[in-house]
């Protein structure tokens, strides 16, 4: 950090893995300083993503920088630092591995956050949070064969409010864990209310964030959600993302092996995206591989889409895996699902989410 700045400049660790870079004597003109921070930014993030010899290894390392300017409006030491902090978290947002400059926004979004944190906090215990279910079903006969659970929040100001506008709060603040909780208990007390009414049991899907999956408290937490309401493991499946085959690594870990005694599915949600590669299924009992929607989407017009699927398709059979097709919108596309061989669809042609009152496909299961 000290070789990206002047020898005027100063830098200091506040503690932890955070820094500080303080630029003196930059002019008195208000672009030119913010074009010399930014030459400076840069700088720094070229410098720490550098590859480092770490014990015979090379290491990789980036950071997220926030940025901001002293003015003459009475501002203290620790503003600039509160500034500074919130436009470091916006770099983190926008993807890490860069820079933002200070706005006044983001103190009205600070604070917006801060209040549906509180909020969420609130909702977790105040049955606020509700689950919607999409039917997934036979791609050849369209009988029902499973569902996938959504979660949803009904906000007593702001209405429904779908996971993408309150997922990257939980995340940070650490509620992640306790929604996933929530989640599995109530789609175990579902499954049972469906069967004590003279249901057929059918398989639920339930999306698991990856902070979840590698809490050490997950495989309690499903074992009692199972017990609680006598629900079979093989009932559930556990949809997951394929940065979470990326970070088990080459062997399984050790929540991989306490959940195998669960008798549980698994599904790698959106493959064909990211991460993705068959060699990351020999870590995980994956019993599912589900599409990418984007690709389910565009079947109709995209010849590269249509061989992407059938090759997915192809290679997933031949590995023993069913395949799952999601976001079908149209009777053509699943008309080419079942001629490609796809076992399973799901999407708004075939049944959007609902909640459990207004599901109108739970005949079916009888």
């Not at 909020?119 to 105040?126: Q, T």
Request: net charge negative; proline share 2%.
């Amino acid at each position: 950090l000290s070789g990206c700045v002047r020898i005027t400049d100063t830098v200091a660790r506040l503690g932890g893995d955070e820094f500080v870079v303080m630029l003196e004597d930059l002019g008195d003109d208000a672009q030119v300083a913010a074009d010399k921070t930014q030459v400076v930014g840069h700088k720094i993030l070229t410098t720490l993503s550098e590859p480092y010899d770490l014990a015979g290894y090379q290491h990789h390392s980036t950071c997220s920088i926030g940025i901001t300017s002293f003015s003459q409006d009475q501002q203290s030491i620790g503003d600039l630092l509160k500034q500074a902090d919130l436009a470091m978290y916006q770099a983190k947002a926008a993807g890490r591995n860069c820079y933002q400059f200070y706005s006044a926004g983001m103190q009205e979004e600070a604070l917006v956050r801060v209040e549906l944190e509180r909020d969420l906090r609130r909702a977790i215990n105040g049955g606020e949070l509700v689950l919607h279910y999409q039917p997934i079903v036979d791609t050849g006969s369209r009988d029902l064969r499973g569902a996938e659970a959504f979660l949803r929040w009904k906000h007593p100001v702001r209405g429904l409010l779908r996971p993408s506008e309150f997922l990257s709060v939980a995340q940070d603040s650490h509620l992640i864990v306790s929604l996933g909780e929530w989640v599995i208990d109530e789609v175990c007390r579902q499954w049972r209310t469906w069967v004590d009414a003279g249901h057929a049991p059918i398989r639920i899907s339930i999306n698991v964030s990856n902070v979840h999956f590698r809490d050490v408290g997950i495989g309690q937490c499903i074992a009692c959600a199972l017990e609680r309401h006598a629900v079979p493991g093989s009932m559930l499946s556990l949809e997951l993302n394929e940065s979470v085959m990326v970070d088990l690594g080459e062997s399984p870990s050790r929540v991989v092996q306490e959940l195998a005694v669960l008798d549980l599915h698994y599904s790698l949600d959106d493959f064909g995206t990211g991460f993705s590669s068959f060699s990351h299924l020999k870590h995980l009992p994956v019993d599912f591989v589900k599409i990418e929607g984007s690709f389910i989407a565009n079947l109709s017009d995209s010849e590269t889409d249509r061989t992407m699927v059938a090759s997915i398709t192809s290679l997933a059979h031949a590995l023993g895996l069913k395949v799952i097709a999601e976001h079908v919108a149209s009777g053509a596309s699943l008309r080419w699902l079942k001629g490609c061989g796809v076992d399973y669809s799901q999407g708004h042609y075939l049944g959007e989410p609902k909640a459990v009152l207004e599901l109108d496909w739970v005949a079916l299961l009888a």
